[in-house]
Structure formats: C-alpha cells, structure tokens
C-alpha cells in the first residue's frame, strides 16, 4: 500500500459559494473525507495553512519544501499539495528547484469550489493522488495535475481566469495524462539539481514593459532592491528611455533577470539597437531562458537566497532546466 500525505493550503479547492455566489473559505476542507475512494492508497491530511492563494508568500513556499523534505526522511511515497490556482505555479516552481526530484510532489487546485455545480476539486484531487502514488511520477521534480493533465512546475502557467483547464503548458504541452486506466507519461523531463535554502530574501521584484515606457518605475524601487525581473518586449528588448535608470540599478549591484513579455518563446539577445537585447546583455542583463516572469522571479529569489552571485547567479538563472 502506498503512503501519500496530502498538503492542504487553502485555495478554491477548500472554499464554498454563498447563496449570493461569493467564494469564502470553509470551515471544514471538504476533501478530508475522500480516502474512501482511494484503493490501496493510504492518505494522511494535514493543513499546512489555509489561506487563499494571493496571500501566500515566499516564506510559506519554504515552510511548505522543508516539510516534505521531512516526509520523504519518514519514510512517505509521496506528496499532494492543494493550493489556490492565483500563485499556484509560483509555489510548484519553488517546491521544484528547492527539492530533490525523487518522491512524486504533486500540486493540484480547483476552479470551483466544493458547492458549485461542475466542482473540479475533488477530482483534481483524486487525480493528482493517484499520480503521486505510481511509479512513473518519481524522479520527475515537482508536478501540477489538473484537468486530467499531468505538467512540469517548471513551464505550466494559469492561462484563464475561470477556466477549469486554465492550466497549461506553452511551446511544450502536458508530460502526462491522468484516465480512467491510471497514470501515463509520454516525456521525460531533464532533472535539476536541488538548490537548498534556509530562508528566502524580499526585494525581488518583477516589472512589465510596455510602449513608451521610461525610467520612473526603475527609480521608484527602494534602495533596499536585491533583484528585479523584467518582462521585456519581444525576444528581449526594451523601450531607450528605460536605459539610464536600468543602467543605475546594475552599477549598484542589483541583478537585472530579462524574460520576454510573449506567452511563447524564449528570450534571446539578437537585436543590436538602443535597448535591443544585444545590448541590453552588454549591460550586464542576465537572460532567462524559458519562464515566464513570476518563475523567474522565484528562481532569482531561490539563487540569491542561496547565497549565488555574479556569474554563478546568472548561470543558474539563464537556464531554466539547470
């Protein structure tokens, strides 16, 4: 019999609609009662906190990593995680660079909640344990299964605000499908090595470009800054007027994390114009290659909590599967 503990945080998949539509949390999670359903699955529930996802911070994403890091050493053969769908990427990309890919780690969500017709949670939830419990789920870093869709933490992002398969993968697609013959994979997953923390920085922050942007926002970050992502245009370019202020955050040491704005793609350096990512590189801007910018965010976070800089930070930053 396979042991899973199941990780609940809040979210959607624990709340209940009023009679007037509100979503509220719930004062009971309504998934505690499913190991009924479960043949040879074990579930142990444990609520890690219940908050709705925007509330959720760096430092419960860490809370999060060193319990199961603790579950794994007892002796557990995997672990589910409900979380609201808001940062619910966020939250699997930490757990995913921050922990060793041998048990399954598993994060799932809902859509709606647990009273409204067509609620996805419970079996969202039964999905992603019974994906936790196979054997093809070990050794492939942090996974979000919902929708019957089994994706990496690493290139999964929320893609509608209402949509029950609002989860999905850009360029790359889903590595595997949960059906009614159980669980399969049909790729495998280029492992990276864990990156330890014990406590995670603050000032990391993420800006978007936009047409006719200038310098303001730049200046406005406290002097206090440790790092800052940018959503940039296209491959990787910025508007000429961004230049002067960026140019003062890099000569004072802050690390400048470049992504593209573009829901597919990558960032690349190979424009050669005023704020043309050519540039831009010159300047000392690190390209991330592959995430989008709240996973950017979190890995910059990860790198220099760890203890990373200079060109050790942006090596580990630029590559999304190192």
Known sequence: MKHILALHTGGTISMTATDTGDVVPSAINPLLDLSAHLEGIEVTSEEAFNLPSPHVTPAHMLALSQRIRQAEAAGIDGVVVTHGTDTLEETAY???????PTIPVVVTGAMRSANEIGSDGRYNFLSAIRTAASAGARHKGC??????EIHTARFVTKTHTTNVATFRTPTFGPVGLVNKDGVRFFQELINQQACRIDHVIAKVFLLKAFAGMDG?????LPTSTQGLVIEALGAGNLPPATLPALRRLIDRGVPVVLVSRCFNGVAEDFYDYEGGGVNLKKMG???CQGLNGQKARIKLIVGLSNGKQGAVLADYVNNAIS
């Open 94 to 100: 930490f757990l995913d660079l921050t922990l060793d």
């Open 143 to 148: 996974l979000v299964v919902m929708n019957d």
């Open 216 to 220: 303001t926002l730049f200046d406005a």
């Open 285 to 287: 801007v690190i390209f």
